[in-house]
């Protein structure tokens, strides 16, 4: 079993800049996944951006590419989503997820996930 544990959500102002954290309780692969996801109520749960152990690249959503940047520190073993420049579109619940393997073109796969964090809400708004 692998426990995600998420923080750094809050209240900001439209323009304003959040970090969420999310720190895994342990790897079950050399090769490892954590995906950032996001879930408004009525709608379905949206991929956000993906970071691997060995992906060149980080991927992320079309909606937010430019303002967030995902990033790991391996010696803290978290892994981080800046966003920056936020709308109030942004507002949503934001879980973090982890599967073995790597994030390739299906990233934001819901089902290829196996381990999810609780959520952390984001609320953008003046």
């Known amino acids: 079993q692998v426990q995600l544990v998420e923080s750094g959500g809050g209240l900001v102002q439209p323009g304003g800049s959040l970090r969420l954290s999310c720190a895994p309780s342990?790897?079950?692969?050399?090769?490892?996944?954590i995906g950032w996801f996001r879930q408004v109520p009525g709608k379905e749960r949206e991929g956000v951006s993906c970071?691997?152990?060995?992906?060149?690249?980080?991927y992320y959503a079309d909606s937010v590419k430019g303002r967030f940047t995902i990033s790991s520190d391996n010696a803290k073993n978290t892994v981080y989503l800046q966003m920056n420049s936020l709308k109030p579109e942004d507002t949503a619940v934001y879980y973090c997820?982890?599967?073995?393997?790597?994030?390739?073109?299906?990233?934001?796969?819901?089902?290829?996930?196996?381990?999810w964090g609780q959520g952390t809400q984001v609320t953008v708004s003046s």
């Open positions: 997820a982890y599967r073995s393997g790597t994030c390739g073109s299906r990233w934001s796969a819901l089902l290829l996930y196996e381990y």
């Open positions: 342990r790897f079950t692969s050399d090769y490892s996944v």
């Open positions: 970071i691997g152990s060995s992906d060149g690249s980080p």
